[in-house]
């Protein structure tokens, strides 16, 4: 079972994009858990995740959210994908970063 | 998805983008870097014109006598549109004030 933790700023919009990801993921038989969290919170927030997406509106948290998090991966979800709110491509991505393909 | 819910996504993933170059255009320019701070103010600006336009296609559907219903993400992706919108001016401000003092 695989945590995959999402961050943004107040972790509102975010929150949208978890249930169409956990909709894609579901279609898919992917078993995770996936949350999203306001990017203050994300010392708590990513114990145990597997791995860690910012949105965009977060990209400049990037390095700060990599340090803090280390050794967990940490990656930026794509402007497109996350206008678009394309669960399905991020689940894609989690599971590309997480060797599960 | 559709209508007033991709619209609202639109906005806040480009104009959070643009917010987010705007961040980083200030913290290069507190590191002296001040072509790569110019370039992340103009990234950021680019970016912030595709959520603006998302937006105006709301403002024309009103306009046309469609009204627009009003959710929470709609609200949200107003208050993030004039976040990033303040964030460059404040940006650009501290760049020059970094860039003076870099220079004396």
């Known amino acids: ?84 709110m394309d669960g399905g491509k991020v689940i894609t991505r989690a599971k590309q970063v997480l060797g599960d393909i | 998805m559709e209508g007033i819910e991709l619209i609202s996504f639109k906005i806040i993933a480009a104009v959070g983008e643009a917010r987010s170059s705007y961040i980083e255009a200030i913290r290069e320019a507190k590191k002296g870097n001040f072509e790569k ?4 103010i103009d990234e950021g600006s ?28 709609l609200m949200h992706a107003e208050d993030q549109l004039m976040s990033a919108d303040a964030f460059k001016i404040i940006a650009q401000e501290f760049i020059d004030v970094y860039r003076n003092a870099h220079s004396k």
Do not use: W
């Open chain 1, 1 to 84: 079972m695989r945590k995959i933790v999402l961050l943004c700023n107040a972790g509102m919009s975010t929150s949208a994009l978890v249930t169409k990801m956990r909709k894609a993921a579901e279609a898919i038989n992917y078993e995770c858990e996936i949350n999203a969290y306001a990017a203050a919170e994300a010392s708590k927030a990513t114990q145990d995740a597997d791995i860690v997406f910012l949105g965009p509106q977060v990209k400049y948290l990037l390095s700060e959210v990599k340090e803090k998090v280390k050794p967990i991966p940490v990656e930026v979800i794509d402007m497109m994908v996350y206008g678009m």
């Open chain 2, 37 to 40: 701070a110019d370039a992340l």
């Open chain 2, 46 to 73: 680019k970016v912030f014109i595709e959520g603006h336009h998302a937006h105006a296609e709301l403002i024309q559907q009103e306009a046309n006598g469609e009204p627009v219903v009003p959710t929470l993400m």
